[in-house]
Every structure is written in C-alpha cells, then in structure tokens.
C-alpha cells in the first residue's frame, strides 16, 4: 500500500531535476512512491530520467504531449499518484536529509493537510537568502475553528507549492479547475474550504532555489493579480484574516510598484493591459508615469536602497541585480562593492 506519493512536474528543467532527483530518491521506502509529470520537455528532460529509473524502476514518469499548464500538470500528477497523500514537489529545490521521513511521521495524525518550512537559497545553491520562511518553529496543529489562525499561518508559506503535501481526498473533492492558470492551483485548493485538520511544521525540510522559476516573466500579472485574487475569494476565512496576508492590492502600493518597474516586471504593457481599464482614481497618473520611468536609472536607484538598508542577501536584492532586464553596469558594480558576488543578471 502506497501511503505518500511524491508528485513532481516538470518542463525543460533537465539541467535542474537531477540534482533534486538526488535529493528525494535515496529516501524513499517501499510505502512512499515519485512519479513525474512533463509538460511535453523539448529538452533532453526524457533522457535524464530515464537515466534515472535504470536505477530506481519504482520511479514513475509520464510524458504529456501537450503542456496544460503548471496547474494542470499538478493535477495531472495527484490524478496519477497511488498514495493516500501528495506531497506537491517543484523539480529544482532540493529536499533535507530526512525530510521524507519527518513528513511521513506527521502524516500519522492523519491530517488532511501538512505544511513544511524550507530556506531559500541563491540559484548556484551557493548563498542562504532566508533561513526560514515561517515565522515560528516547531508543530502548530488546526482544527474546524481555526481557519483565521491557519490563514495567517500558513499563507506566506503556501506561495512556494513544495511546501504543501495533501490528503488525495480532499484535493480531488475540490474545484481545481476553477484555478488553473492561477500558478498557485494548491492555494486555491486549500483556501476553497478550511481544511478540518492540518499542521503546519516549523522545520526547514527543503532548500529553494531562488530566482529560477519559469512564470518570472509574468511576476507582476501573479503577484499583483493572481495571489491577491486567491486570497480575497477564500471561502471560510474572516475579512481581517484575509487583510492579514494582502492589506491592500499591490498596484495600489507605491513602493510595491518601483520594485516592479524596476524588476522589468511592470511597463506600458502591463498597465495596458491590467490597469488602464480598472478604477484607479488619485492613482492612474502615478502608475501611468511609473510604467515610463526609464528602468535602467530606477534599477541603480533599487540597488543603492537595498545596499544602505543592509539587504544584501535579501530574496528581494538578489532578484533585482540577478534576474531585471535593466540590470546594468552600474547596479552591478553597486552590488559588487556591497558584497553581491553573483551579481551578472
């Protein structure tokens, strides 16, 4: 009896998995099984697992012809998996010596949803960004009348898919279509109803690696639409729980908005086409002229601000110098001198 499924998806990663591969495979017991899913790889994606079920033929892999979407494919994955539980897995982290284990011990509580803590690291694996991403240790544990309390919990961690393993029931008894095209299909998933019984593990169990994921073309549309959009239509959840997580839509925070322009995350095209029609009031002149702002100077400007306030190794400043479109000479110079090694975009 298959009591966990590891369900991974994938797309043109081949460069990426098999260090994650590594990572998972050697924990793995006759009870707990991996399978993934490719998003139809025009890379050498099929050759590396092969590789790699040449050594461990319990390793499950389907090939779609046709990409439907990162949260297709995940529902595609959970729909094939053997095991009471998913546990939903990015194909570039990486997973902590004993983490399968610790998920496992959790599980016999029989929870219908258990949530991990991971660190986040620089691309090369090289640098600690954040140590931790929740902001407790240790095991909280929900019932029917903590929804607000599991909300402001867990949300910070449920943007990262790897931290959430899942009761196959009670994905399959929600409306996950109803999310697709969300990337966040397992927020959606967990925020349709509270779940009756969860825990949220205050234990770094994975290693993300940051400023690699595919969607970062389309920050700004999932960050500024997507995952408020998520939130405010949580069903169970009280008005102030859902403030709590988003306060206000980013567009209408000016200081989240330079961080998108000088991302290269937010210009002309992206006022076009998700503010121009909207309500804006005081605010359409301001985000009007920030979709204008030369992104070059606005990226040195970034630069220097996340330097003087000792964010070096902030997710935020190493995004901004490694993967804007406007990062340049200067800014990289900046980030040289402040300590940035890694600061080639």
């Known amino acids: 009896m298959t009591r966990l499924s590891i369900c991974m998806v994938t797309r043109n990663r081949a460069g990426f998995i098999g260090?994650?591969?590594?990572?998972?495979?050697?924990?793995?017991?006759?009870?707990?099984?991996?399978?993934?899913?490719?998003?139809?790889?025009?890379?050498s994606t099929p050759e590396v697992i092969a590789r790699y079920q040449r050594n461990y033929p319990a390793l499950r892999y389907y090939r779609e012809e046709t990409n439907s979407g990162i949260d297709g494919d995940y529902d595609k994955a959970v729909g094939y998996a053997?095991?009471?539980?998913?546990?939903?897995?990015?194909d570039d982290d990486l997973l902590k010596p004993g983490a399968v284990a610790r998920v496992f011990e959790l599980?016999?509580?029989?929870p219908e949803l258990v949530l991990v803590d991971a660190e986040v690291r620089d691309v090369k694996f090289e640098r600690l960004l954040v140590p931790r991403r929740l902001s407790f240790s240790g095991v909280r544990r929900y019932g029917p009348g903590d929804a607000d309390r599991f909300m402001v919990d867990a949300g910070e961690i449920l943007s990262f898919i790897g931290c959430t393993v899942v009761r196959r029931s009670f994905w399959e008894a929600r409306d996950r279509k109803r999310h697709y095209g969300s990337f966040f299909v397992h927020v959606g998933v967990v925020f349709e109803a509270p779940p009756r019984s969860a825990i949220i593990c205050g234990e770094t169990l994975m290693s993300i690696r940051y400023g690699n994921s595919m969607w970062?073309?389309?920050?700004?549309?999932i960050w500024a639409f997507s995952w408020p959009k998520l939130i405010y239509e949580a069903r169970g959840y009280s008005d102030e729980a859902k403030r709590a997580l988003m306060p206000r839509p980013p567009w209408r925070d000016l200081k989240q908005m330079i961080s998108f322009r000088a991302r290269g995350a937010y210009g002309r095209r992206e006022y076009r086409q998700f503010l121009s029609k909207r309500r804006l009031g005081a605010m359409?002149?301001?985000l009007s002229l920030m979709a204008l702002v030369p992104g070059k100077p606005l990226h040195i400007l970034a630069t220097l601000l996340f330097v003087m306030r000792r964010q070096i190794w902030a997710p935020g400043s190493y995004e901004l110098v490694r993967c804007s479109p406007y990062s340049n000479a200067a800014s990289r110079w900046i980030a040289r001198k402040?300590?940035?090694?890694d600061a080639s975009p």
């Open 338 to 341: 402040a300590g940035l090694v």
């Open 82 to 90: 053997r095991g009471d539980y998913c546990w939903l897995m990015p």
């Open 19 to 43: 260090e994650t591969l590594d990572s998972i495979l050697p924990q793995l017991t006759p009870d707990i099984e991996l399978l993934v899913v490719d998003g139809a790889s025009t890379d």
């Open 216 to 221: 970062t073309p389309r920050r700004f549309e």
């Open 107 to 110: 599980l016999s509580e029989e």
């Open 284 to 286: 359409r002149p301001i």
